[in-house]
Nanobody
Framework: QVQLVESGGGLVQPGGSLKVSCAAS????????MGWYRQAPGKQRALVAR???????IYEDPVKGRFAISRDNAKNTVYLQMNSLKPEDSAVYYC??????WGWGQGTQVTVSS
């Protein structure tokens, strides 16, 4: 059974940066395309970035040019570097395969506020 553990969230001021991590156990992330998703209160969970098996990265428009997804296959971990954060980036951030095939982890809360 695959387990995903997200970490690294917190409170950051607008314009600041944060890097969140997702460690996977029970499966190998290098064999999958992986994505970062987020869910804000009252909204549906949405994809923000994905990294394909070959390493190619794709970003949704709201985060393009500000976020960077990466993976460390040796650590079986996916990262999301978030720069120039805005209040509208506040959400719980999750990782999963793309398309979604695994169960969800607990997520990590990111709050952008002054």
């Amino acid at each position: 059974q695959v387990q995903l553990v997200e970490s690294g969230g917190g409170l950051v001021q607008p314009g600041g940066s944060l890097k969140v991590s997702c460690a996977a156990s029970g499966s190998i992330i290098s064999m999958n395309s992986m994505g970062w998703y987020r869910q804000a209160p009252g909204k549906q969970r949405a994809l923000v970035a994905r990294i394909l098996r070959g390493g190619f990265t794709i970003y949704e428009d709201p985060v393009k040019g500000r976020f960077a997804i990466s993976r460390d296959n040796a650590k079986n971990t996916v990262y999301l570097q978030m720069n120039s954060l805005k209040p509208e980036d506040s959400a719980v951030y999750y990782c999963n395969t793309f398309p979604i095939r695994w169960g969800w982890g607990q997520g990590t809360q990111v709050t952008v506020s002054s």
